[in-house]
């Protein structure tokens, strides 16, 4: 983009911030309105985005016929690792109809009685989701266009309306050419939301490795799930805890959230919803950590694997060779290999698991039944809780359809 500077800011840490989806369509939308309600060619639009950052946008790849225009906006993410980075976010803008608006507004599309004589109509296009599963604040059928993006489209478009006068119906449709590609790299597909991305954003700016956007999409995915009849499910932290449900114990992935570090956070969400069980499943890098109460994973939080497998080597008869030993080990599959070797494994997972069923229930309250599964890639199931079968059959026996 060589019409302007793409550093609108930084965070204290020094990362570049970007521009939503939902500031690409509305930027786009309302370059499509100015060229075909006012005639001229726009190369770059203003946009105020909810954050209150200015933004000034390169349009792309116009195309003006007598009945429409349509113009692109690019995503830029700053240093945030999204994969809508670089796509082209696409509307079109167009007049018509009453009755032909009526029959889109039937077909699920949204719609904003600005006056009493102008409406404005926004759909998605190729490329923008539909969104397919209850829990969602867009209807089963609909655009998967989020709440402030279609505010922002609105009120950009509208003002354009004003400024020139126009009456009837605006109709406005978002398009992203890569969306249905890139939508299979993304959460949507587990959302519900298919043939293409979402178009998303609250602030209209991308804040950099923001905490945030993960875990309101664990809130999602929970949400979802109980929204749909089910009020117990499995939370894996990533792939390995989502492979070894799938692939080690058959079970149905379906029924799983993804909460990556974020342990605590996802079984506040499971309170919060009046989920009734929780089935923790992870690998014992990230989990040996529960032991000790931690609840956020990740290793800049707190790293205290091996004092945990020293901790209970100890309390379970290890002289002090082996704990210094365990304490000495790289990672976590040294430390099981060695506790495995000095027969001092099962003791040790046994208590270990016992810990992790305390900080678990502890942080869940009495509402919520809440247990853990245990495992590495080389011994299989190290440990469980005691409620861990209890549980396992609670999720088995659901019947979504039924909202069970």
């Not at 726009?42 to 950052?53: A, C, D, N, S």
């Not at 923001?210 to 009020?231: H, P, Q, R, V, Y």
């Not at 205290?304 to 309390?315: D, G, I, Q, T």
């Not at 011994?379 to 469980?384: A, S, T, V, W």
């Amino acid at each position: 983009m060589s019409g302007f500077d793409r550093d609108i800011g930084r965070t204290r840490s020094g990362l570049r911030y970007g521009w939503t989806t939902g500031s690409c369509a509305a930027a786009a939308a309302k370059a499509a309105a100015e060229m075909l309600l006012g005639g001229q060619e726009i190369l770059q639009v203003r946009l105020m985005t909810p954050k209150g950052i200015g933004l000034l946008l390169d349009v792309e790849m116009t195309v003006r016929r007598e009945a429409y225009v349509q113009c692109a906006v690019r995503k830029y993410s700053g240093d945030d690792p999204d994969v809508t980075d670089g796509l082209l976010i696409c509307a079109r803008a167009e007049r018509i109809s009453g009755p032909e608006a009526d029959a889109v507004v039937e077909r699920g599309a949204f719609c904003v009685n600005v006056t009493d004589t102008l409406r404005i109509i926004l759909d998605g296009g190729d490329g923008v989701g539909r969104v397919m599963k209850k829990g969602l604040e867009q209807c089963i059928g609909q655009a998967a266009i989020n709440k402030v993006p279609r505010r922002m489209i609105m009120e950009e478009t509208a003002g354009v309306c004003e400024k020139y006068g126009y009456t009837g119906v605006l109709k406005i449709t978002v398009a992203i050419p890569q969306g249905e590609q890139t939508a299979e790299k993304t959460f949507n597909p587990r959302l519900g939301i298919e043939g293409g991305l979402s178009v998303l954003g609250t602030s209209g700016i991308v804040e950099p490795m923001s905490e945030k956007a993960l875990t309101d999409t664990i809130w999602l995915e929970m949400k979802m799930l109980n929204d749909n009849g089910c009020d117990a499910c499995y939370v894996v932290p990533g792939n390995y805890g989502s492979d070894f449900l799938k692939e080690r114990l058959g079970l149905d992935m379906e029924l799983a959230v993804k909460c990556s570090n974020y342990i605590g956070e996802a079984i506040d969400d499971a309170v919060f919803l009046g989920m009734k069980g929780l089935l923790l499943v992870g690998h014992v890098g990230k989990f040996i950590k529960l032991a000790a109460g931690v609840m956020n994973t990740h290793s800049r939080q707190a790293d205290c694997r091996m004092e945990v497998f020293s901790a209970h080597a100890a309390m379970n008869g290890a002289d002090a060779q082996t704990v210094r030993a365990v304490m000495s080990c790289l990672n976590t599959s040294e430390a099981v290999s060695l506790l495995k070797e000095k027969e001092l494994l099962v003791p040790v997972m046994k208590s270990v698991m016992e810990r992790i069923s305390f900080y678990l229930q502890h942080r869940a309250g009495e509402s919520l039944q809440i247990g853990a599964i245990v495992f590495s890639n080389e011994e299989g199931i190290l440990g469980q809780t005691e409620n861990a079968e209890m549980i396992l059959k609670m999720i088995q026996d659901q019947d979504p359809e039924s909202g069970s």
